[in-house]
């Protein structure tokens, strides 16, 4: 069994920075890939990033490209989203999902592509 764990969500000002990061258990943790999405309220949950599971690629939404950077440490079982100029349109609880069978298409952006997600944190950007 795989099970995500997110933190590191909160409230913050716009043009700040948070950094989430998605705890994942199982021994196979490096063979995975990852990915972060994001639901806002009212809204269906959105592709935000995807890293493979060496670190070696990853793909991000146009939304976020240049402003959010995803990396994983393998050593720590562990895959983190640094989230920089932070806009209120970035405001939803975000969710962390491994694909256990690396069998994404890139950049994984379909939800049907992850096998786990955790249950999410929550970012919240004033203006």
């Known amino acids: 069994q795989v099970q995500l764990v997110e933190s590191g969500g909160g409230l913050v000002q716009a043009g700040g920075s948070l950094r989430l990061s998605c705890a994942v258990s199982?021994?196979?943790?490096?063979?995975?890939?990852v990915g972060w999405f994001r639901q806002a309220p009212g809204q269906e949950r959105e592709w935000v990033a995807t890293?493979?599971?060496?670190?070696?690629?990853?793909y991000y939404a146009d939304s976020v490209k240049g402003r959010f950077t995803i990396s994983r440490d393998n050593a720590k079982n562990t895959v983190y989203l640094q989230m920089n100029s932070l806009k209120p349109e970035d405001t939803a609880v975000y969710y962390c999902?491994?694909?256990?069978?690396?069998?994404?298409?890139?950049?994984?952006?379909?939800?049907?592509?992850?096998?786990?997600w955790g249950q999410g944190t929550q970012v919240t950007v004033s203006s």
């Open positions: 999902a491994a694909d256990i069978n690396n069998d994404y298409i890139p950049p994984g952006r379909h939800e049907y592509e992850y096998d786990y």
């Open positions: 199982g021994r196979t943790f490096s063979w995975y890939a």
């Open positions: 890293i493979s599971w060496s670190g070696g690629s990853t």
